[in-house]
């Protein structure tokens, strides 16, 4: 992977694919440009947190790491996490999220395993929460938390 400071140079060996999910086009456009441009990773954009499963199913095995945002409609980013865990317990994940109100906090901090990003972020914190689990060697499994999405809603079941 290059430098922090190496934006603008070229990539060396095969670009990992990463999955990011946000409802936000304009910060999921800029985290996109960033992750392209400055990590030359090849980019799957999602809306929501469905769409995003939808696709890590589709290419299940390709993904290298996930990037989503925290709170989106349909599925949560802690909702995402699980469901991909379930299908691949090695894959890394990185929540993101704006400020969050009390009991959005309170929900993402029972995810305090999976490491956060605040947004909105720079190029430099964006590499340093990436870059890291992109070239970790032995992957460790995620464990599911108390917070689970079906711990608090009762759902099991999503539709495709």
């Known amino acids: 992977m290059p430098g922090p400071h190496?934006?603008?140079?070229?990539?060396?060996?095969?670009?990992?694919?990463?999955?990011?999910?946000?409802?936000?086009?304009?910060?999921?456009?800029?985290?996109?440009?960033?992750?392209?441009?400055?990590?030359?990773?090849?980019?799957?954009?999602?809306?929501?947190?469905?769409?995003?499963f939808r696709i890590f199913r589709q290419h299940t095995g390709k993904i290298r790491l996930v990037l989503s945002d925290f709170i989106m409609p349909l599925m949560d980013g802690g909702e995402l996490a699980e469901r991909i865990r379930d299908l691949d317990p090695k894959v890394p994940i990185v929540l993101m999220s704006a400020p969050l109100s009390d009991e959005a906090a309170e929900l993402l901090a029972g995810y305090s395993d999976l490491p956060f990003l605040p947004k909105p972020f720079t190029y430099l914190e964006l590499y340093r929460a990436v870059v890291p689990l992109l070239n970790r060697g032995s992957r460790q499994p995620w464990r599911r938390t108390t917070a689970s999405w079906r711990n608090r809603s009762g759902r099991d079941e999503v539709s495709s």
């Not at 934006?7 to 990992?16: D, I, K, V």
């Not at 086009?25 to 769409?51: F, I, K, M, N, S």
């Open 6 to 52: 190496d934006f603008n140079s070229p990539r060396l060996g095969p670009a990992p694919t990463i999955l990011l999910a946000d409802d936000e086009p304009t910060p999921r456009a800029e985290a996109a440009r960033l992750l392209r441009g400055g990590l030359g990773c090849h980019v799957c954009e999602a809306r929501d947190g469905r769409q995003a």
